[in-house]
Nanobody, 123 residues
Framework: QVQLVESGGGLVQPGGSLSLSCAAS????????MGWYRQAPGKQRELVAT???????NYADSVKGRFAISRDNAKNTVYLQMNSLKPEDTAVYYC?????????????????WGQGTQVTVSS
């Protein structure tokens, strides 16, 4: 089992910045990908950004140029720096990890989610 513990978030004015972090712990073999998703009230959960263990990143178009995802593989921790925040960024942000365990027949992938942290952008 892998546990994801998020920190950060809160209330910020439009144009402000916030940072999130998420640390994975437990029985970790490898985590090929970590990322952030968000869910606003009445909307489906959507991808914000992901990063592989090799450092390749992927961003939603709506956050490109404003958000930056990074990762510390030694600490199994992923970060999200959010700049130039807009009211439409308001949502619960969830950390996601794809855990991979190599077994004799190949590998086993499992997905894990954090508990979510609220980000509110409002004046």
């Amino acid at each position: 089992q892998v546990q994801l513990v998020e920190s950060g978030g809160g209330l910020v004015q439009p144009g402000g910045s916030l940072s999130l972090s998420c640390a994975a712990s437990g029985s970790i073999f490898s985590i090929p990908s970590m990322g952030w998703y968000r869910q606003a009230p009445g909307k489906q959960r959507e991808l914000v950004a992901t990063i592989t263990s090799g450092g390749s990143t992927n961003y939603a178009d709506s956050v490109k140029g404003r958000f930056a995802i990074s990762r510390d593989n030694a600490k199994n921790t992923v970060y999200l720096q959010m700049n130039s925040l807009k009211p439409e960024d308001t949502a619960v942000y969830y950390c996601h990890a794809l855990h991979r365990e190599v077994v004799n027949t190949g590998w086993i992938d499992d997905e894990y989610w954090g508990q979510g942290t609220q980000v509110t952008v409002s004046s």
